[in-house]
């Protein structure tokens, strides 16, 4: 072995992942003869997180409670309602939690315990949601982290972590820039980042989609 | 358990580095290992708890070692190897040497849509009334079982308030083990920084978990 491949901070070099390609065909392989999976089902799986499923459904959730204060009431009452009204269901769905930030107060979400994220609405999470950096730092050092999502927050805004310990998914609805006023919804969607609706990012100006 | 995934509070694991224009699978096996993961999980052998138990029973050095779906391809060949489907020759040959176990159904393609448009609500009834109410003064316990639980270490024996009141749930200490769902009511308790952090802890930090009854104490 080279002294490359004992940098530990490198879980992506080429030979770690050709011994996993090998070892997940194999596996694959193996249950398809076992007649334990259908390797179509897979496909549909794939494609349903590759193309169906991913955080736009979460902006348009989002874009709707800024433009809407009934469904931002009812957000915040049932999320989970409120969600499925928009035709988002589904597995890592099933109990949503929606969080407001506001002038005092900044929602971060993060699974210390391993990679629980609202998959309805913002699709399969990150590499840096579920690695143990993220998972360790976000209940301690929380501002420490937005800074290396380019986020500083003013030293008097408080910050609420969300430990997603349970079955409840959570979802951050980010303050609605200003300068939005006349945008209709399809517009306010596109401010809408995945980040933001995690707490590692804010929502984006008018300004910066231009 | 106290094992490798608990990581809230950890330190060295080093900057966040988010990677932009992230694509959701790094390489060709990472979509194959989320879709074997789901459709095994289809058998309706285990449950989620049982799962994740078996991520957090891989030794710590092999865990922390692993990228994210190293961990579920490890998880899952344990359980198949538990649960009768594969001998770990087969794993470790990649040969179909025994017939196993049969599966109570096997997740076909046409069927994908509606497995995962249904999910699998964790929600159950409970008989009791819920022990605690918003504003209620609680302490968790200082519990560190062998077995599975959602407790995570840095918020055991700390002291905080109920905020909100969440349904009836499968606890997972047990229904990762076989014992039944034994559904429990879940609260979200928040504490403050410096409960669980000490001295010097942001004043401006606050941080919540979703906690299950039999986690928490009155104060």
Redesign the interface.
Known sequence: MSGHHHDHDDHHHDNHYSDMQARVKALETLLTEKGLIDPGAIDAIVETYETKVGPRNGARVVAKAWADQNFAEWLKRDATAAITSLGYTGRQGEHMRAVFNTPETHNLVVCTLCSCYPWSVLGLPPVWYKAPAYRSRAVIDPRGVLAEFGVTLPETMGIRVWDSTAELRYLVVPQRPADTEGLAEEALANLVTRDSMIGTGLALSPEALR | MNGP???????G???????KD?P??????E??????T???GA?GAWTIDES?HA??SIPPANY???????IW?RG??ML?ERHG??TGQ??AT???LE??HA?KR????E???AV????????RPVATVPKFAIGDRVRTKNLNPAGHT???R??RAKAGVVEAV?GG??FPDDNAHGRGENPQW?Y?VIFTAAE??GEGA?P?????????ESYLERL
């Open positions: 995934h608990d990581l809230g509070g950890q330190m694991f080093g900057l966040v580095a988010p990677e992230e959701y699978f790094h390489a060709e096996w979509k194959r290992a989320l879709g074997i789901l459709s095994c058998f994740r991520r957090e922390l070692a692993a990228s994210y779906y190293e391809i899952i060949e198949l489907f594969a087969e794993l990649g040969r179909h017939q196993g599966p096997v997740l076909k393609s069927m994908v849509d995962l448009a249904r999910g699998g609500p964790c929600d959602r407790l995570p840095y918020a969440q749930f499968v879940v979200t669980i952090w942001d401006t930090l606050t941080v919540s978990i979703d906690g299950w």
